[in-house]
């Protein structure tokens, strides 16, 4: 029983390039984060998506960053344009979509993304 | 200062020795989550711990929660050179939402 999946594991991109990160939430899982974590920091919340619907998009940036979790597939975080200020570890989490109030959340090992 | 803080910021301990970090958070919740990262890898669920609940425990891992004080603190007791790592406290924004992380409390554990 696979974790949450992540990949690439690492990624670097120039300047103005795209970078795509995919995640594969833990089986039976249906809810989706991004967190960005730059380095010494913690993590900063990003998006938060059930399948084919953005529940939470408060941290995402107004431009360039777009994220999905279609049907079928693993969620997609996007990057467009990407600046070197774009390089950190991005986490995926997943959920389970049933829950008792409390939302534990089973992380991926991350995608690095090195802009140069 | 934002939801979710650990104190301290970075924590050298020899084997043996107990750890205490603490978090403190600014709005009402439901519950408090521990988590640890190991370098490099992802974020590792630890406990939780409910509003309704004043202490917890799991193995060598003591968590503690004061409402009124808007506080918890996580006490690992006996360390090993494996706990080494960062730990954050993390809470939810409304019930079953995404979670709100602090900036952690890095741990070193001298063999």
């Known amino acids: 029983n696979a974790g949450v999946m992540q990949n690439p594991r690492h990624l670097v991109r120039r300047r103005g390039q795209e970078a795509r990160l995919r995640c594969s939430p833990m089986k039976g899982h249906s809810h989706v984060y991004w967190y960005r974590q730059l380095p010494e920091e913690g993590l900063k919340f990003m998006v938060y998506l059930q399948k084919e619907n953005i529940i939470d998009e408060s941290g995402m940036p107004k431009e360039r960053f777009s994220a999905e979790f279609p049907k079928e597939g693993p969620s997609i975080l996007r990057i467009q344009q990407v600046v070197r200020g774009d390089s950190a570890a991005y986490f995926c989490?997943?959920?389970?979509?049933?829950?008792?109030?409390?939302?534990?959340?089973?992380f991926g090992a991350g995608s690095r993304l090195t802009v140069l | 200062s934002q939801q979710g803080e650990e104190d301290p910021q970075a924590l050298s301990i020899q084997e043996g020795e107990n750890a205490t970090m603490n978090c403190s958070y600014k709005?009402?919740?439901?519950?408090l989550q521990w988590y640890r990262q190991n370098s490099g890898r992802g974020l590792v669920h630890l406990i939780l711990i409910r509003s309704n609940e004043r202490e917890k425990h799991s193995g060598r891992l003591r968590v503690t929660l004061d409402t009124s004080k808007k506080s918890s603190s996580l006490l690992i007791t006996a360390s090993r050179a494996a706990d080494t790592a960062s730990y954050f406290c993390?809470?939810?924004?409304?019930?079953?939402?995404?979670?709100?992380f602090g900036e952690g409390t890095q741990l070193t554990v001298n063999p």
């Open positions: 993390a809470t939810p924004q409304t019930s079953g939402s995404r979670l709100t």
């Open positions: 709005t009402s919740i439901n519950n």
């Open positions: 989490a997943s959920s389970p979509g049933q829950y008792s109030g409390a939302n534990v959340l089973t």
